[in-house]
């Protein structure tokens, strides 16, 4: 007759698996990320003067108040993501010059009725590139845009 193993007790768990789930960039505050600025034409920061580049600080220095929900989700009309293909060719062009061909979209930051600033996203950073006082990456049919 063969004996049936017993067991005393049951093995005890150590270790309980769990999922981490950071926040959602919609609920962050923007960062930026300058150091890909384009200095050239066309949309480059070269051609802004001094009083130019402080009202920019301090509409980017506004947007730092709010969540990326308030910018892109409540200021939609304002602010908001294009996709690359909604872009002018020059804007299409100067991605495929500076390597960046295989971004799908740009955002779209509203300072003025036409000055916009360009980057990408990537969690809560815009990584910033073009300046573009005439609104000509991507040109509205509205007026007054």
């Not at 309980?16 to 920061?45: C, E, F, T, V």
């Not at 960046?100 to 950073?125: C, F, P, Q």
Request: charged share 30%; proline share 6%.
């Amino acid at each position: 007759m063969t004996k049936t193993p017993t067991v005393e007790r049951e093995p005890t768990v150590k270790k309980i698996a769990k999922a981490i789930h950071g926040p959602n960039a919609n609920d962050l505050k923007p960062a930026w990320r300058i150091s890909s600025l384009q200095m050239i034409d066309p949309y480059g920061w070269h051609r802004i003067n001094g009083v130019k580049v402080r009202e920019i600080r301090d509409k980017l220095a506004d947007f730092e108040s709010m969540t990326w929900n308030e910018i892109l989700v409540k200021g939609k009309k304002q602010n908001h993501t294009i996709p690359r293909a909604h872009l002018c060719k020059a804007a299409q062009d100067r991605l495929t010059e500076i390597g960046l061909d295989d971004v799908d979209a740009l955002t779209s930051l509203r300072l003025s009725g036409k000055e916009r600033v360009w980057g990408i996203m990537s969690h809560n950073v815009l990584t910033v590139l073009w300046w573009d006082p005439d609104h000509a990456v991507c040109p509205s049919l509205k007026k007054h845009t």
